[in-house]
C-alpha cells in the first residue's frame, strides 16, 4: 500500500474528478471573471490525503477500512433498487477546535422535515457515474446548493461504503471532507434549508450530549443534544460510527433515552 497521505479512494484512483456548476449563458463583456471561474470549475478535485492535519489520520485510516456492516445494518438492496445520493461529511477547525459541518432541513419537506442532517441529495445525471466519481461531484454540488459553501475550498479525502435509508429508499455515499480553506455558508433556499451550523467535535463526543432516539416504532439509535438541535437517525448513525471508529468515543450513558413522535 501507498504511502497513507498519497493514496487515494479505491473507487477514484487515478479518475479526475471535475465540479461544475449549472450557469445561464451571459455576454461575455458584461461578466469579465467568467473565464477564470469557468477554468476553476474545470479544475481536477482529487481524493486524497496529502496534507491532511494530524487529527484527522484516525478518520482517513478508518475510511480505508471499514466495512459497510460495521457501519449500518441497514444496507443497499442487492437488486440494485433505490434512489442514489451523496452527502458530504465536513470537518473543518473552528474557535473550538475541530468541528462538522451540519444543517438542519426546512419543516416543510416531504423527506425527513426538520431533521439535522449532512448536506447531500441525490445524484443528477450530470454528475456522472454513480459507482465512482458521481457521488463526489453530488456532495460538492449540494452542499453548495444548500449552504452556500465554495468547493474549491474543499479537500476530499476518503469515501464510507454505501449506506441505505428504508423510509426515503436513499442509497447513500458518505463522502468525507477537510474545509482546508472556509468559506461563509448559512441558508441558500429557505424552502430546503432552515440553518446552517458547525458542531464542536468536542461536543460530540461529551458524554453529556449523547444519547439513545427511542421512534414509537420501536428503532432506536444514537442521538446527539448539540447547538438546540437534537441530530439523530441517518447523521447520528454515521458521526456515532466515525466517532467510534477514529477512537475518539468516550464512555457515556446508553441507558439515556430521548423520545421521538411520529412526525418524526
Request: hydrophobic residues 40%; glycine residues 10%; aromatic residues 6%.
Amino acid at each position: 500500500m501507498a504511502d497513507d497521505r498519497r493514496c487515494e479512494t479505491r473507487a477514484t484512483r487515478g479518475v479526475p474528478v471535475t465540479h461544475t456548476h449549472t450557469r445561464t449563458d451571459v455576454d461575455a463583456d458584461a461578466d469579465a471573471g467568467a473565464d477564470t471561474r469557468a477554468a476553476l470549475d474545470r479544475a481536477a478535485v482529487d481524493v486524497t490525503t496529502a496534507g491532511l492535519p494530524a487529527w484527522l489520520d484516525p478518520v482517513a485510516q478508518a475510511a480505508r477500512s471499514v466495512r459497510p456492516q460495521q457501519l449500518s445494518r441497514f444496507l443497499p438492496p442487492e437488486s440494485g433498487a433505490g434512489r442514489q445520493s451523496a452527502v458530504l461529511i465536513l470537518f473543518g477547525e473552528g474557535a473550538r477546535g475541530p468541528e462538522l459541518l451540519l444543517m438542519e432541513r426546512a419543516g416543510t419537506l416531504r423527506s425527513h422535515p426538520g431533521q439535522p442532517s449532512f448536506p447531500g441529495g441525490s445524484l443528477d445525471p450530470d454528475d456522472g457515474d454513480q459507482a465512482t466519481t458521481g457521488p463526489l461531484r453530488a456532495a460538492l454540488r449540494e452542499a453548495e446548493e444548500e449552504t452556500g459553501l465554495d468547493p474549491r475550498g474543499v479537500q476530499l479525502f476518503g469515501v464510507l461504503p454505501r449506506l441505505y435509508i428504508p423510509v426515503s429508499s436513499f442509497v447513500v455515499t458518505p463522502v468525507l471532507g477537510w474545509w482546508r480553506a472556509p468559506s461563509p455558508v448559512g441558508v441558500v433556499d429557505p424552502a430546503e434549508t432552515a440553518r446552517v451550523f458547525t458542531v464542536p467535535v468536542a461536543d460530540l463526543t461529551d458524554p453529556a450530549n449523547r444519547a439513545t432516539a427511542v421512534h414509537p416504532s420501536g428503532h432506536s439509535g444514537p442521538a446527539f443534544l448539540v447547538e438546540s438541535a437534537l441530530v439523530w437517525g441517518f447523521t447520528a448513525g454515521v458521526i456515532d460510527r466515525i466517532v467510534h471508529y477514529a477512537g475518539w468515543e468516550r464512555p457515556w450513558d446508553r441507558d439515556r433515552q430521548v423520545p421521538l413522535d411520529w412526525r418524526a
